[in-house]
């Protein structure tokens, strides 16, 4: 980090500042220009964030300039070579794209199984479905719960899918992991759960890490710090929109945050353009977008009644939209040298 | 809810707008303009959500409109007179303002005990202090967990001060009923956490709902519906700054949302200047702004040595600046005919 | 539009409202529900917006909720077959991509024509180059004015490609007129100088009208109702970012944003990703995103020399770099059944 | 400015940077750390801006980070006491509260003496009224031109209150300059529309310099710079919201971003609770909020007849309404230790 004093800092605002570096175990390189003097930390990576803080609060200080950024484990720097998260039999990474589709919730037998045979038609490599849901109203379709789980595990059995759900308490956890769940995701209201993302990330299950609808790329990046942390890197991320002013879709996909975010780690990732734009009318053209932008996969609501469904039915695909869908990602995907 | 119908729309399309609207227990109401049809939908409150969502799915809906808000128990609709909330002794709403105060993290039996007798001495009627902290980083500090906590209760028998505590995790509520904290405080990453905002809500302790950080004041009302059908209306809500593209703050705080709010909800609506801006520069100027748009207290960072706090120390006041506020607060508030 | 009543609306209010319709040419159709009484305006377009500021302002009025859309010449509804606008020979809209190129800013003769080779050779329709530039600091480098113009149009000369460049300010436009500028471009920050828009679309030349980065889709779509009002039809839309909390990239690309827009209206729209990232390391990887989610075309800056640049050298790509990227484009074209 | 580099730049790397800030007047310092190697620009402030730009695009560079803020002259650095400019008779800055009032278009003779008297009565030491108006939209009133300033001259004539209008245009100047305007407004649209900050800063009237809605306030206070190059420093800056996610408001008042300019500049600065907040019954609270929080002054628009206005009527105060907020204004600034 490099201190930053303000115009008018003395010799002994200047020595507070060493003498915290110090404290810490950090060495400092001085450098006095015409309008500021800077301070260079060098050495020491401890409780650098917490230093960071103290020296800010020091008198005279103008600000701390942080230079590394706040993650190593995901970082491209850690590990050059791209990442391969598998679900299954499912392949996320490098040259693979994996496809993950089916309903926002889990609603019946009769639905998840025909949801299921459905995407795996059209050759979807995963089933999503949703047993715990997250919902902004109290009064909304709250999910079936564990009885959402032992159907979505008999659309497994039905079709071979492995299957991705999302699990919002940690006390969901040892279910999910007796049943032998897939894959868990955590969901956009939980990236900053920290909680959660550590007991995740230590149940040895593989990760799809959804971005914060309110979170930086940076931010996203130690959420899933979090997870490897605690011992697990089978982690993929999903770019599924951000907050913005912009009302016209329900969020606004961040396409270049995914191709940034590509740039600073290893782990691959997917994009979730239904819950991003909110009307199944944009959900074509923002897969086929971010396949195009580099995406290693897609997450996609898939029903096959969207007009009666519990959740979610405005972005929701029919069985026979998604199917002309993978038709085009097929195609495209040629172009980009990826495999489906 | 009104549909509005896309030009062209036929019978047919009207029809089974209808049928969905007559299957669900509501009557209709129909309008037919030169360029558009709209459906006004009557009567049930039923499965409102859903049926809107199934509805804007039929073939040439062009949008449903809602009419009525998402909320009942918070709203002022239900109740016009605004509400009383105390935590121990302190009273938040109507004619008082209450304040809360206290370091961000409890860091040791010294550090919370010299806070306490600060900011009472000052004349703070709460004391806040974190134990299960959410930070960022996996590689910041976590808090000191079920000893933090102690050493709050400690700090409470030595100052009289009742305490508020953040309660990040369903399995930590029973803990805190059992210590008998004072009030529990639901941070701005859990504002979606749905499940723990159920579970606080049955827990009978009053609740402190920060607001979301990219929340609509909107979907802050809804929150606090998910405590209040739980069985408690005890909740005090706390604006702290949303995310905006604006750097020169870390958040940007929303007064005119929390005046927006004041005007649909009859809950006491406190603020945390602290959080908002990030920095103590900024704490006593927002402070005195939240009292003059009307807020009902405050929630601010005070640490006896900010330069040495291990979390937030930017953004906490010493205890000599805190009183120094404290008595521009009192003058502020005698004209605003509130009473400290 | 449709009136929403505060519940307790007496009769009296509901008169005044009616009568405010009246006087305005509307009709109007009454709907009382048991929490809220609608008024549905009927007929008259007139004065829209200005009468329903005035009956919002009315008392025990909750809200007006308006139902049409704030533009007509531009949209869908107005005319269904997607528009072609053509800059010189170069053709935007249905199948055809249509690719401008070139620096930010005209420096001088050697690199204006340097670039203008490089593009052609790549493959560019247009040239683009500004010789008036905003900058957002006075101490910037702010273009070389008619200097550069005449040098825009020498490298024309030179090459034969059609020229795009940004007209600021209402006094340039007739020396734009004179000089045969193939098309003038409204950059973002003008989006919204309604005398420019006006003028501009008056002179008869076609026009580039870049997104406001703060500006919704339909606000885009109404700075382009100004530029049809004045009887110039010959708009190409341009998506250019948004600005959100994220940093890592200068701007957000709203991607959905174009999709959304595109079902809303019959004009065509590109995509410049030069501004929206703020890095050539994003431009390739956006530019083929673009134009998998249906844009239109591309707005690119290419620089003979980024890295001494007088403005804007961190988003250039190289001549090389560009005519790699044209490649790409090219094959992903053939996929979207589009051609260069 | 501090250049970063890439882990594994290399010698050449190093020296293609020194090159380049040697050739353009820069010292430099180089620190050689185990994970980065820092290089600090010393000396000269030339072209700071675009020698860090072309910097930024040299290979194994990672990132340039500024150290000085990008103004001069409108900084607390060149100039530490606080600017007192005046409109007419009225003040605004240090211990003097201005308070501009009036209604958003000049509408009429009748119209705008009725206001202004109203206004001046209620105590406001300035009249505000548009007669050139930028509309969201083309069907929407455009204001009445040169006739709207005739009859704003009226009113002053009638009242004695200094006048204050918006200039969109630079051909509109020479007029207000002949007809003595006692202030011109730049508005939030025009904020980066940098000729006409030219040249309004050139034309020697009082300027008060709107935020734009997408404006950082680094980028404010850049936009101010340019009216202060021009040679004038009688400006008033005016945050007026910003646009965010939230919509219960039209846009989000930042009073922390108010709080924040004020640490940077020694410019006075008002604030516009009506545009901010888009409706009336927000404007008390948040007026009161910003004098809490250390405006200057306020804008707020009155008009006799809110629910006929032609314009802006859902935010305009009655004349009874602000003639009250005045009462509380008074009352609040002199706990502030401001007069009124």
Not at 51 to 74: F, G, S, T
Not at 199 to 208: K, N
Not at 277 to 302: C, F, R, Y
Request: hydrophobic share 45%; with cysteine; charged share 25%.
């Amino acid at each position: 980090m490099i201190i930053v004093m303000q115009p008018g800092a003395g010799e002994e605002h200047v020595r507070r500042v060493i003498e915290r570096l110090e404290a810490n175990g950090y060495g400092y390189h001085l450098s006095r220009g015409v309008e500021r003097t800077l301070i260079g930390a060098i050495g020491s990576q401890e409780h650098k964030e917490r230093v960071a803080e103290q020296i800010e609060r020091l008198p005279m200080v103008e600000r701390v300039v942080p230079i590394l950024r706040p993650y190593k484990l995901v970082s491209r720097e850690h590990e050059l070579v791209p990442l391969v998260v598998k679900i299954g039999d499912a392949v996320f990474g490098r040259e693979k794209l994996g496809i993950i589709a089916g309903p926002c919730s889990v609603e019946s037998e009769e639905q998840i199984i025909e949801a299921a045979r459905a995407v795996k038609a059209a050759g979807a490599h995963c089933l999503r479905g949703g047993a715990f849901k997250p919902r902004t109203s109290p009064y909304s379709f709250q999910g079936l719960g564990p009885e959402g789980l032992e159907l979505l595990l008999a659309a497994r059995q039905a079709t071979g899918l492995p299957i991705v759900t999302e699990v919002m308490d940690p006390r969901q956890i040892e279910l999910m992991v007796d049943k032998k769940v897939d894959a868990l995701q955590i969901g956009t209201r939980n990236m900053h759960n920290f909680d959660l993302l550590k007991e995740v990330g230590a149940c040895g299950l593989p990760v799809v890490l959804k971005r914060g609808w309110a979170a930086t790329v940076q931010e996203w990046l130690r959420a899933a710090e979090y997870v490897a942390t605690a011992g697990n890197l089978d982690i993929i991320l999903c770019e599924r929109g951000i907050r913005t002013f912009e009302t016209e879709t329900r969020f606004t996909l961040d396409l270049a945050g995914l191709a940034a975010a590509k740039l600073e780690t290893h782990l691959p990732i997917i994009v979730d353009p239904s819950h991003a734009t909110g009307t199944h009318k944009l959900v074509p053209q923002m897969s086929l977008a971010a396949i195009a932008a580099g995406a290693d996969g897609l997450m996609i609501e898939v029903h096959p009644h969207p007009d009666r469904a519990l959740s979610d039915g405005p972005q929701s695909l029919t069985p026979k939209r998604f199917s002309a869908l993978m038709d085009e990602v097929r195609k495209l995907a040629a172009v980009m040298n990826k495999e489906l």
